[in-house]
């Protein structure tokens, strides 16, 4: 062997061995932790898939120093009692839909305004940057510490009797929504006929006629078998959904400085898991609703519902809550 191969095979030979040397200084200066990490969700859910994931890639990380009693399908209580629990410390780690978090955190209540983001992305740069920290800022009085901002999909419109184009085209229209004001408020203003009803309810009110439409993302109506009634379904993206990874404050601040960033790193690549899920799950059901019969229109004109509600102005209805905030509005909001 030539002296100049030798030579070479010598240098990477030494600087696989600094990597590994590397490595294993880093995963030794990772002290052993167990914590018990929990979502409500079923097995086959986008937020337990996340959790799995995101042991995973922390057991990767702390070179296994960090490990985790996973637990699902309501195992450890719904979301509301499953963040009660986070909150006093009997979970160390949650990961639930945003929503959940509002009965005492109502900063959340801003992701609930329509049109804030035109892609679930967006909502991924936006809430895991400065202004997620600055929304979640707040946490710390109520127990928790915020990790990372994970997805539940996009809001759509699906219909059993009409073809949704334009904000006109929803007048009148019976639509499902869930038991919130803000997504009452929003199809009110928009002309239709809103009905606040759990989900259980939906299959048997579109199979009524007592609901026309319903208002969730693709891979919602089939993983809740809420389509059979359903004709047509539009890409409006009006309301996105997210799920909220957060930590026990008293646990976070037991941790050594190595655990907690190994934790913020890794919360922040599963979080990106959930929306790199849900976007394949969406093409999925998309293909299925299709094969069932399901017309699609994947380029309606959303501005017609912006312009409907009357554009910014429409946040102003809230101004006097509590939650409002016309700076981290416009944030959001810019492009």
């Known amino acids: 062997m030539k002296k100049s191969s030798m030579k070479l095979l010598y240098l990477l030979c030494l600087s696989l061995a600094l990597i ?18 929990y979502s409500p969700g079923s097995l086959i859910s986008v937020p337990t898939q996340t959790i799995i994931e995101f042991a995973r890639l922390v057991g990767e990380a702390s070179g296994g120093a960090i490990t985790f009693n996973i637990h699902h399908s309501g195992e450890l209580g719904n979301d509301a009692e499953a963040i009660d629990s986070t909150r006093m410390g009997t979970i160390d780690i949650i990961f639930a839909g945003t929503s959940g978090f509002t009965s005492f955190y109502e900063n959340l209540m801003i992701l609930d305004l329509p049109f804030l983001f035109a892609t679930s992305d967006r909502a ?44 006109a085209d929803v007048a009148g ?21 809103p009905i606040g009803l759990p989900l259980p ?25 809420t389509y059979e009634a359903i004709r047509y379904f539009s890409m409006i993206n009006y309301m996105w959904m997210g799920c909220t990874m957060a930590i026990n404050a008293n646990t976070w601040n037991r941790l050594s400085g190595a655990q907690q960033d190994i934790l913020r790193e890794q919360a ?38 912006r312009d409907k509600l009357g554009g910014i102005e429409y946040y102003q209805r809230y101004a006097n809550e509590p939650w409002f905030n016309q700076r981290i509005i416009s944030a959001l909001l810019s492009e």
Do not use: C
């Open 268 to 305: 922040l690549i599963a979080a990106r898991f959930s929306f790199d899920t849900i976007a394949r799950d969406d093409q999925i059901a998309t293909q299925h609703l299709k094969d069932f019969g399901i017309e699609f229109n994947f380029e309606p004109d959303v501005q017609s519902f």
């Open 20 to 37: 590994f040397a590397a490595a294993s200084t880093a995963s030794a200066s990772v002290e052993p932790l167990n914590l018990t990490i």
């Open 173 to 193: 229209l019976r639509i499902r929504v869930p038991t919130s004001r803000m997504y009452l408020d929003v199809w009110d203003a928009l002309g239709a006929t």
């Open 201 to 225: 309810e939906l299959a048997i009110a579109l199979a009524t006629g007592t609901a026309e439409g319903q208002d969730n993302a693709p891979f919602h109506l089939v993983a809740n078998v």
């Open 124 to 167: 991924f740069e936006l809430l895991n940057g400065e202004i997620g920290q600055e929304i979640y800022a707040g946490f710390g009085n109520y127990g928790l510490v915020f990790l990372a901002q994970g997805d539940n999909g996009m809001r759509q419109i699906a219909t059993t009797n009409r073809s949704i184009h334009s904000a």
